[in-house]
């Protein structure tokens, strides 16, 4: 398979002759047997005249440009990886070949010339050390054959050149190398995983996984068709009683149930090929994607334990490498690429969650999805897990992308539910409770998220509900710290997903922040005959932003600084002024002092000011606002 096998010694091993149906029946096991008929697989059995015998426990001797399949028994393939807090290199476990299993390809002439070209004293490096050996209770039985030999084969078999010369002659780590988390991975690694690969067959129409089966292998198309189907909504297991609308407070939208169900199951089923998926429609079985030559699917499967979101079967007769879960995990120890495959997945998911229109990442920049990307965690959480509880402290907000949650807040002896509804409705019945009871605040799945007030308040603000996993789930999180790094330099997005999370709550300071808001805010303050005030505001606001430069820490005053004051200050603040704000007679002398005077000009000459008018805004206009159809339809829109 394109892996060198060195041995350090021989085993006890004999040749031994057998019969061609014999060779037949050992043969239906192997990836060639799917592309032959009742005669050929006669031809193809007389390929093979020579077996190798050995007993348990005994290495393996192989020669490298011939081919084996083992016909009985198992054998193991080991290499020697770095013992974690020693300088000792200790012998590993990779994995078991089986019955059908190819052992042993045999190396192309440009592998071959490909070898030729390193230097003798970097051969070592090139190629991983792997030891073959027999393991179990029986003797090891192989069937051997030369390449000559499956050269004529083939070509009075021209039909068949394409799949056995891909099965037979394919440089493995060359295709490894194409999947985008191995990429930068050292050849010597590589070619330890490709002794790690299995070649699967397949029939046309056979399946190669069912939908919500357990999940164990990748898969890289070598030839063939395979396609990507999915049942019917109603189907999907992990979105039976998740209810989209019932935790308005924890998930910021609400949408149509369809749309609901069509955005969360393209969401779960992104997670087993990162081909762009079509419309889903109404059908018992829908194909969503299709794989050819090159592309894989399954990956997740390497990392999380889930069951096939999905299911893939053949649209022709195709052939497959794998890798299987456990082998995998054995080649970590010598190749520690974990994190690399997790950014891979990460990226799809935060693709798909934007494409899909997720709220929390809708109208986010291109160039801050990478960013945030890299800022997200994976959490794999087990059924009937909290994620987190009442009462502890929000540090993390969460998006669903696989299983779902059940959010609950517990209600405290003597308070009331009523109360609690009149915080957010403005109607509510007292009653009593003796004991503590729990409020069933709805369930949560795939393209929802939670926790997201942990991103919008003060420090140390306290969890009000706890949310459960209800099976096996995947989120992705994000801490406040990790969000502010990545939304902090762009304060419209960040203002953007500020009026989302607090929507029918959001302060008069989130919609200030937003150029949307004060656009609204504007237009309703004008018809109030207010229009002045949010003017002012924004004046001293970019006053304050674009009169000085702070260079090396030293507040440098553009010249201009003391025209653009005194124009605020003649326009709305001065006795006469054409669009006079109501601010207090001593604090309008302090600002004449300063700007006419000799007090000088800083950065912070408005504050005071701007604040005066700010609370006046929020006292006086912006509880009227908030019921104005400008609020309702310009900044709900923006919120939804």
């Known amino acids: 398979m394109g892996a060198s096998v060195s041995v350090s010694k021989l085993c006890n091993s004999d040749k031994t002759s057998i019969s061609n149906d014999r060779k037949i029946r050992y043969l239906e096991h192997t990836p060639f047997f799917q592309y032959l008929n009742e005669e050929s697989i006669k031809e193809f059995a007389q390929c093979f005249p020579t077996t190798l015998r050995s007993r348990p426990g005994t290495n393996i001797s192989l020669d490298s440009q011939r081919i084996y399949i083992v016909a009985e028994g198992e054998v193991d393939l080991s290499t020697s990886y770095p013992e974690e807090g020693t300088k000792v290199e200790a012998r590993g476990y990779l994995c078991r070949k089986r019955q059908g299993d190819i052992v042993n390809v045999h190396q192309t ?12 004293n970097k051969v070592r490096d090139f190629a991983e050390e792997i030891t073959i050996s027999g393991c179990g209770d029986s003797d090891v039985l192989l069937l051997s054959s030369d390449m000559d030999a499956l050269d004529t084969f083939i070509k009075s ?18 295709l490894l190398q194409t999947m985008i988390f191995l990429k930068g991975v050292p050849k010597s690694k590589l070619n330890v995983l490709a002794a790690m ?16 089966s357990q999940a164990k292998k990748l898969y890289l198309v070598l030839s063939g068709l395979a396609q990507v189907v999915a ?37 779960q089923r992104s997670l087993e090929c990162s081909c762009d998926c079509t419309s889903l429609v109404e059908s018992d079985e829908v194909a969503i994607a299709e794989l050819t030559n090159g592309q894989y699917f399954g990956e997740t499967a390497l990392v999380f334990n889930i069951d096939r979101t999905c299911s893939v079967k053949t649209a022709e007769k195709s052939l497959f490498l794998t890798v299987h879960k456990t082998d ?30 997720i709220p929390f990442l809708n109208g986010i920049p291109e160039d801050m999805i990478s960013s945030l990307t890299s800022s997200v965690a994976i959490n794999e959480v087990p059924s009937n897990h909290a994620v987190f509880c009442q009462g502890d402290v929000g540090d993390n907000f969460y998006i669903i992308v696989h299983g779902s949650v059940k959010v609950a807040s517990k209600i405290e002896a003597d308070t009331t539910i009523g109360d609690r509804i009149a915080n957010e409705e403005g109607d509510g019945i007292k009653v009593a409770r003796d004991m503590p009871t729990e409020n069933n605040i709805g369930t949560l799945g795939p393209g929802q998220y939670f926790g997201e007030m942990a991103l919008v308040n003060s420090d140390n603000a306290l969890r009000t509900a706890t949310v459960t996993s209800t099976q096996k789930s995947i989120l992705l999180s994000i801490d406040k710290e990790s969000f502010q790094t990545v939304f902090g330099s762009n304060r419209q997005v960040l203002a953007e997903f500020e009026l989302r999370v607090m929507k029918g709550s959001a302060q008069l300071s989130h919609i200030l922040a937003h150029s949307l808001g004060i656009a609204s805010f504007r237009n309703f303050l004008e018809k109030e005959h207010a229009g002045e005030n949010i003017d002012f505001w924004v004046a001293v606001n970019d006053f304050g932003n674009a009169m000085f430069d702070d260079a090396d820490g030293v507040v440098m005053i553009h010249s201009d600084s003391l025209e653009k004051a005194k124009r605020i200050f003649v326009t709305f603040c001065a006795e006469y002024a054409d669009r006079q704000v109501n601010l207090p007679h001593k604090m309008v002398a302090e600002l004449d002092a300063k700007i006419n005077g000799d007090g000088g000009i800083t950065p ?37």
Not at 241 to 265: M, W, Y
Request: aromatic letters at 8%.
């Open 231 to 267: 049942k019917d909504l109603p189907s999907v297991p992990s979105l039976r009683g998740v209810r989209p609308n019932t935790a308005s407070s924890t998930s910021s939208r609400s949408l149509p149930t369809s749309t609901f169900l069509e955005q969360s199951v393209a969401l």
């Open 197 to 212: 690969c299995r070649y699967e067959a397949f029939d046309s129409g056979q399946v190669v996984f069912e939908e919500n």
């Open 604 to 640: 912070d000459l408005f504050n005071a000011s701007q604040q005066e008018i700010y609370k006046l805004m929020e006292k006086d206009k912006f509880a009227r606002y908030k019921n104005s159809d400008d609020f309702k339809v310009s900044c709900l829109s923006l919120m939804s």
């Open 157 to 174: 078999h021209p039909d068949l050149s394409k799949p056995f010369e891909t099965i037979s002659t394919t440089q493995i780590e060359d």
């Open 328 to 357: 995998f995990e054995n080649f970590l120890k010598i190749c520690p690429i974990e994190e690399s495959l997790k950014a891979v997945i990460k990226q799809r998911m935060v693709s798909k969650l934007s494409s899909l229109g």
């Open 109 to 120: 002439k440009q592998d071959v010339k490909r070898r030729m070209t390193v230097k003798s």
